[in-house]
Protein backbone atom coordinates (compact mmCIF):
# COMPACT_ATOMS: atom_id res chain seq x y z
CA UNK A 1 0.00 0.00 0.00
CA UNK A 2 1.19 3.34 -1.18
CA UNK A 3 1.05 6.24 2.00
CA UNK A 4 0.24 9.89 1.77
CA UNK A 5 3.92 10.06 2.66
CA UNK A 6 4.99 8.79 -0.63
CA UNK A 7 2.88 10.90 -2.61
CA UNK A 8 4.32 14.72 -0.86
CA UNK A 9 7.15 14.71 -2.93
CA UNK A 10 6.21 13.01 -6.30
CA UNK A 11 8.42 15.27 -8.88
CA UNK A 12 12.22 15.59 -7.46
CA UNK A 13 15.30 15.31 -9.18
CA UNK A 14 15.48 12.13 -7.91
CA UNK A 15 11.66 11.17 -9.35
CA UNK A 16 11.12 13.80 -12.19
CA UNK A 17 7.28 13.97 -13.70
CA UNK A 18 6.63 12.69 -16.94
CA UNK A 19 7.46 15.66 -19.79
CA UNK A 20 4.15 15.07 -21.71
CA UNK A 21 2.50 16.61 -18.81
CA UNK A 22 -1.54 16.41 -18.70
CA UNK A 23 -1.48 13.57 -21.13
CA UNK A 24 -4.79 11.65 -21.18
CA UNK A 25 -3.48 8.25 -19.68
CA UNK A 26 -6.16 4.96 -19.73
CA UNK A 27 -6.04 2.80 -16.81
CA UNK A 28 -7.77 -0.83 -16.39
CA UNK A 29 -7.84 -3.20 -13.82
CA UNK A 30 -9.84 -5.20 -12.21
CA UNK A 31 -8.86 -4.49 -8.78
CA UNK A 32 -10.11 -0.91 -8.58
CA UNK A 33 -7.81 -0.38 -5.09
CA UNK A 34 -4.60 -0.94 -7.15
CA UNK A 35 -6.31 0.83 -10.48
CA UNK A 36 -7.35 4.03 -7.79
CA UNK A 37 -3.10 4.18 -6.52
CA UNK A 38 -1.98 4.35 -10.42
CA UNK A 39 -4.03 6.69 -11.06
CA UNK A 40 -3.03 8.96 -7.82
CA UNK A 41 0.00 8.56 -8.36
CA UNK A 42 0.22 9.33 -12.43
CA UNK A 43 -1.89 12.89 -11.88
CA UNK A 44 1.07 13.32 -9.43
CA UNK A 45 3.51 13.20 -12.11
CA UNK A 46 1.41 15.41 -14.54
CA UNK A 47 -0.24 12.99 -16.57
CA UNK A 48 -4.73 13.04 -16.60
CA UNK A 49 -5.23 8.91 -15.90
CA UNK A 50 -8.53 7.99 -16.06
CA UNK A 51 -9.22 4.92 -14.84
CA UNK A 52 -11.46 1.86 -15.63
CA UNK A 53 -12.64 -1.56 -13.96
CA UNK A 54 -13.84 -2.84 -16.94
CA UNK A 55 -12.45 -3.01 -20.49
CA UNK A 56 -15.46 -2.99 -22.16
CA UNK A 57 -15.89 -0.01 -20.94
CA UNK A 58 -12.93 1.73 -21.75
CA UNK A 59 -13.03 0.45 -25.09
CA UNK A 60 -16.38 1.89 -25.81
CA UNK A 61 -15.16 5.47 -24.10
CA UNK A 62 -12.07 4.86 -26.44
CA UNK A 63 -14.39 4.94 -29.43
CA UNK A 64 -16.93 7.63 -28.37
CA UNK A 65 -14.97 10.46 -26.91
CA UNK A 66 -13.51 12.67 -28.63
CA UNK A 67 -10.18 13.05 -27.05
CA UNK A 68 -7.98 10.26 -27.45
CA UNK A 69 -5.50 8.71 -24.85
CA UNK A 70 -1.94 8.85 -25.22
CA UNK A 71 -1.44 5.46 -23.44
CA UNK A 72 -3.20 2.76 -22.37
CA UNK A 73 -2.43 0.69 -19.43
CA UNK A 74 -3.99 -2.57 -18.89
CA UNK A 75 -4.25 -5.47 -16.73
CA UNK A 76 -3.83 -8.83 -18.90
CA UNK A 77 -6.49 -11.21 -17.15
CA UNK A 78 -10.01 -9.07 -17.44
CA UNK A 79 -13.08 -10.08 -17.56
CA UNK A 80 -15.21 -10.20 -20.45
CA UNK A 81 -12.14 -8.81 -22.53
CA UNK A 82 -8.55 -9.44 -21.67
CA UNK A 83 -5.43 -7.08 -21.97
CA UNK A 84 -4.14 -8.38 -25.10
CA UNK A 85 -7.43 -7.68 -26.74
CA UNK A 86 -8.29 -4.55 -25.10
CA UNK A 87 -5.11 -3.54 -26.94
CA UNK A 88 -5.73 -5.14 -30.45
CA UNK A 89 -9.19 -3.45 -30.16
CA UNK A 90 -7.96 0.08 -29.20
CA UNK A 91 -5.33 -0.03 -32.00
CA UNK A 92 -7.99 -0.40 -34.27
CA UNK A 93 -9.65 2.90 -33.07
CA UNK A 94 -6.58 4.65 -32.19
CA UNK A 95 -3.30 2.94 -34.20
CA UNK A 96 -0.78 5.67 -32.66
CA UNK A 97 -2.25 4.42 -28.88
CA UNK A 98 1.09 3.36 -26.98
CA UNK A 99 0.21 0.45 -24.52
CA UNK A 100 1.73 -1.23 -21.31
CA UNK A 101 0.33 -4.72 -20.24
CA UNK A 102 0.66 -5.77 -16.61
CA UNK A 103 0.71 -9.02 -15.63
CA UNK A 104 2.11 -11.38 -12.93
CA UNK A 105 4.61 -13.69 -13.66
CA UNK A 106 2.96 -16.92 -13.21
CA UNK A 107 0.59 -15.22 -16.05
CA UNK A 108 3.90 -16.43 -18.24
CA UNK A 109 2.15 -19.42 -20.61
CA UNK A 110 -0.79 -17.56 -20.24
CA UNK A 111 0.83 -14.42 -22.13
CA UNK A 112 2.78 -16.75 -24.21
CA UNK A 113 -0.62 -17.94 -25.89
CA UNK A 114 -1.99 -14.19 -26.10
CA UNK A 115 0.83 -13.54 -27.89
CA UNK A 116 1.33 -16.14 -30.52
CA UNK A 117 -3.19 -15.23 -31.01
CA UNK A 118 -2.82 -11.67 -31.37
CA UNK A 119 -0.99 -9.66 -33.89
CA UNK A 120 -0.70 -6.48 -31.73
CA UNK A 121 1.95 -6.03 -29.11
CA UNK A 122 2.44 -3.74 -26.35
CA UNK A 123 4.71 -1.02 -26.37
CA UNK A 124 5.84 -2.22 -22.58
CA UNK A 125 5.14 -5.42 -20.14
CA UNK A 126 5.68 -4.77 -16.29
CA UNK A 127 5.59 -7.85 -14.04
CA UNK A 128 3.01 -7.66 -11.37
CA UNK A 129 3.71 -6.78 -8.36
CA UNK A 130 5.97 -3.59 -9.51
CA UNK A 131 6.87 -0.02 -7.52
CA UNK A 132 5.28 2.72 -8.83
CA UNK A 133 8.71 4.13 -9.90
CA UNK A 134 9.31 1.46 -12.14
CA UNK A 135 5.72 1.73 -14.00
CA UNK A 136 6.37 5.96 -14.24
CA UNK A 137 9.72 5.18 -15.49
CA UNK A 138 8.02 2.60 -18.11
CA UNK A 139 5.35 5.19 -19.27
CA UNK A 140 7.89 8.24 -19.45
CA UNK A 141 9.94 5.99 -21.77
CA UNK A 142 7.70 4.74 -24.09
CA UNK A 143 6.06 8.49 -24.25
CA UNK A 144 9.17 9.85 -25.25
CA UNK A 145 9.79 7.14 -27.50
CA UNK A 146 13.20 5.49 -25.91
CA UNK A 147 11.05 2.06 -25.43
Not at 14 to 25: H, K
Request: net charge negative; charged share 30%; with cysteine.
Amino acid sequence: MVSNHEFADCCSEDSPCVTNSGSLVYIVDKDSMLGNVIEGYLSLKGLRPRFFTDSETALQTLKNDREKPVMLLTNLLMMRVNGMELIDRSKQVEPKLKTVLFTRNADEEILEEFREHYSVKPDGILRDPFLLEILVATVKSILEGRE
